[in-house]
């Protein structure tokens, strides 16, 4: 729907007259309040913010929100949108007060655009605007489209809802959007209400009308709506350029709702037939006051991204009918799944829905280079489209559920799964105080670890991940009690004692070194809940505990928080950098990317400007800390904190910052004074280099050295980064990256990718589901769940390991895969580290399995991975061209992997000082009066380059303090760990064998089984040190740096 169309429009209204048989109303312009009743708040803004001549300050976000090729950016774009949703929600306004029997809104009907999503010249939904609104009144609304492209937005926004029934004809197939499958009929309480009616080429109007008519019929007589949105697309029409249906206007109008469709009135009758479904009039119950329906909880909830679409282009008109007889023959079988019958489409339908469509023709196998994949199992082609669930199945019976537990089927399986896990662990504290034992008492808390872990461990991930509240809810619930029970075992001293006799004495069963290693972190984690103390220390550690996680909670809420000031406050230059609400301007970032100097010190200012409530809230976490510490036997929080991991102790964390902070100073002060030199250059007037300079300088140097990263996104389709993980990992350890089918209910969401990890002698060592596209509700973050953890089971058999990895990429769009940036390729490459030290620590124990480990070694698998990515030898084993399959060229690899390092001793300086802060933090005593800004002052004197900002307070947003308190230092370490492997065995040669196989049995098949200093420094050969850990980093950095100037100088480029 484009603006000159809805002039013409309304041109054809008044020169046909047509106007003068409506009532006409101009419709006002939606608020951004309004707008968000479906949409997400920093999408709405995005749109309200984007014009043609600021698109350069938006590239990542234009990326994001789907905004640009499709979907072009225009002047008065917010404007339109506004107008837009305004009429359809005025209309649907009207309807609810009975002011009008039809309204009409001429430009409306943009049913493509999701809620975080432009799609299809599509930007805000009046839709679903329109009928959230008409659910105010109506209990239920039926949505009908015959536009010739599935109305996918529509439906994605109430597919978990039985108040709304979606009901589409459309052509499917390589067809934008791809989706609307006659097998997606909805989920949870939508199933069965979403009705797809896929139709083929060249359909005429006798053909539609004899699919519509009993369809719609049907429809009606069991649904009963008392409201009706039909979405009609004109480019089902005959004669449509990009069309290819043969339908007359006619035709289009015969296809009439049965005039005794919407009665409200009309009498209820008894179903006596238990197969036949009731009218859901009959279960009506939600009428609130002044007889307006309650919002349903789940109404406007998304089920998923659009699924995959691999066509190139809409196909153009047809004159073949040849879909006519078949596509009446399919009608019967919609009508089936109306009534909730659950019988498979017919095999016609069901080979034409399933066709394989290509975005990526191009071959695979790359055997000359190195890549050669099978042409059965090309990764490029697998996921460079959204997996599809095949053998689609209507009943609860063949659901297997999530993760295939059969008890997951449903969401009240949650209890059942909780309910079995509490009698497990009942059995083994049972077990674990039986004088008569006759296992180790190690096998047993391992067992109770196991039984709790697979429990919690899932809840917290559906409770998270997954779409639907009711799952959400019921593991919340589950939660909550696990929460309940760890904490009763936490201070079960019979317990507690047995395993602390066994520790200082020995087991009546003869144990391993492993088995006492394991053992004494049990008898950690006991004793960081105090449970060694007397009754009242003990009751006050649990008090403490309770107060330092609620203030945490509170400190993270306010790091989050955005500030707010009055627009006359800003200069009128700068205002529209930022979101205008009314008279009041919202800083919800430090906006890094602005071009625009004042700019960015305004919103650092603002946003970093003190707040005494954080600086409250902040002493008071610190002070609970140690205080919790102490009465533990800890000198400090830190010490606490530290125990068990890599660093050991507080001391060497500090003289491993301090060591980096000396070496780092000269290297930072070059890089400042090219970002100085850079600012002199692009604007002469300005101040002099500030802290708010250094992000954008440092992208600007990265972008004058590569262009944008949207530049190298086409090479790096997420098919072609899955092919280059699955030849490294193949090359490395012998195993591969193996795409299995997903059986319904398996997955929480249809766009989930199931990989069994298969060793080449082995066999199968674990699955890891990859749930990578971005969509509603879904976390903005990149990270990595474990759902089983590794283990040897009493049988003798392994329990084979089961991880989630999240990540929020680009959902693939009509005509192309998932194209990541090179820093989304790096994150892939990161967590799928994460995902091979889970898959391949085949360790006794689940307590000390894959990343079960401490937090300064967990980091090291994934950051070494971040290596590889950015080593041009890797990279050039996978970076295609989606469309063509052309390499990436060397050079355009060298510069890109070059770029990445640009500035990297300022950025590392930076990292040492937010860790030096948050090691200082928690060691002063602030009852003398001093505060947490003292102490950034006193740090930022002695490890930054550059001079604090007057009255602001960067460390009331520091939200990292709440979940890494004391180990904010961990990726500096794992980084040094990592950058010493790397040298030591991948530097010379980044795909031997030989080096893999050390690595994976040395560092990675121990997971958290041996003390870490000890494992390291034996793999290493060395001892681990913070000289040795600085040298290990300074050694990276300068052949990183050597290799930047170096390219700069072929380039005839100033050096940085």
Known sequence: MKPHRIRMTHNLLLNYGLYR????????????????????????????????DNMSEYNKQMQRFNVGEDCPVFDGLYEFCQLSSGGSVAGA???????????????????????????????????????????????????????????????????????????SFHKYGEYFPGTGDLRDIGAGKGKYYAVNFPLRDG?????????????????????????????CGADSLSGDRLGCFNLTLKG?????????????????????????????????KRIAPDNEYSDSE????????????????????????????????????????????????????????????????????????????????????????????????????ENVGLFCLPELYQPEGMHLLKENGINTVQNLVEECCDPKRRRKIVEVFDDLSNALCKVADLAEFIRVAHPDHHFCKSAEDTCISIGTLVEQLNTHTVIYNILRNVVESGDVIPTSSLDNHVAQLFLSDFEQSGIHLPEEKRKLAVDLNEYVLHLGQRFSIGAHQAKQVNKEDLPSHIRHQFALEGDNITINGLYTDAANEVAREAAYKIYLYPSDEQETTLIKLLQSRNRLAQLCGFPTYGDRALRGSLAESPEMVTNFLDSLTSELKPRAAKDYNTMRSMKKSMHRSSKELALWDIPYYSGVARRQLTGSGEDFSAYFSLGACMEG??????????????????????????????????HESEGLLGTIFCDFYDRSRKPHQDCHFTIVGGKELSDGTYQN????????????????PSLLTPSMADNLFHEMGHAMHSMLARTQYQHVTGTRCATDLAEVPSILMEFFASDPRMVSKFARHYKTGEKLPMEKIEALCSAKHSFSASDMQQQVFYSTLDQRLHKTNFDNGTTTTDVLNQVQHECYGLPVVPNTAWQHRFSHLVGYGAKYYSYLLSRGVAAWIWQQYFQENPFSRESGEKFRQGF?????????????????????????????????????????????????????
Not at 22 to 36: C, G, L, Q, S, V
Not at 727 to 745: A, D
Not at 1025 to 1038: E, F, V
């Open 21 to 52: 048989k409506m009532e006409i109303y101009r419709p006002h312009k939606a608020t951004a309040e309004e707008m968000t009743k479906f949409h997400s708040d920093d999408y709405i803004r995005f749109l309200r913010s984007i014009r043609p």
């Open 93 to 167: 306004v009207k309807l609810n007060k009975q002011a009008t029997e039809i309204a009409v809104n001429w430009a409306g009907g943009l049913h493509h655009a999701k809620k975080s999503e432009a799609s299809g010249f599509c930007y805000v939904n009046d839709i679903v605007l329109a009928i959230l609104e008409l659910l105010k009144y109506h209990q239920r609304v039926l949505y009908i489209d015959i536009d010739i492209h599935h109305g996918d937005g529509v439906e994605e926004a109430f597919y978990t809802t039985d108040r709304v029934m979606t009901v």
């Open 203 to 231: 359909i005429d109007d006798e053909s539609y009308e004899q699919i519509f008519n009993p369809i719609m019929s049907k429809v009606m007589e069991t649904y009963q709506p008392s409201a009706v949105v039909l979405q």
């Open 252 to 284: 289009v109008q015969m296809q009439a709702i049965p005039e005794d469709a919407i009665n409200d009135e009309s009498d209820d009758e008894d179903k006596s037939n238990p197969d036949e479904r009731i009218s859901i009039r009959a279960s009506d």
């Open 298 to 397: 789940d109404e406007g909830d998304s089920r998923r991204d659009q699924r995959s679409f691999k066509g190139n282009r809409k196909r153009p008109r047809t004159e073949s009918t040849e879909g006519g007889a078949e596509s009446k023959a399919d009608a019967k079988e919609v009508s089936k799944n109306v009534n909730g019958e659950k019988e498979n489409a017919s095999k016609e339908n069901a080979k034409e829905s399933d066709k394989k469509q290509d975005v990526n023709k191009v071959s695979t196998e790359h055997a000359r280079d190195g890549t050669s994949s099978t042409s059965d199992d090309s990764k490029a082609l697998t996921f460079n489209s959204k997996p599809k669930l095949l053998n689609f199945n209507f009943s609860l019976s």
């Open 725 to 758: 993980l699955d030849f490294l990992f193949r090359t490395l350890y012998g195993i591969r990256l193996q795409p299995s089918q997903l059986k319904p209910g398996e997955a929480w969401n249809n766009d989930i990718y199931k990989i069994e990890v298969v």
């Open 801 to 816: 390991p089961v991880v989630v990895l999240m990540l929020t990429l680009p959902a693939p769009s009509w005509g192309r």
């Open 1004 to 1056: 990675l098949a121990h997971g958290g089984s041996k003390p870490p200093h000890e494992m390291v420094a034996s793999f290493l050969g060395k001892d681990v040190n913070p000289t040795s850990l600085t040298q290990s980093l300074m050694l990276d950095l300068d052949v990183k740096q050597d290799a930047l100037q170096q390219l700069l100088r072929q380039n005839g480029s100033a050096p940085f």
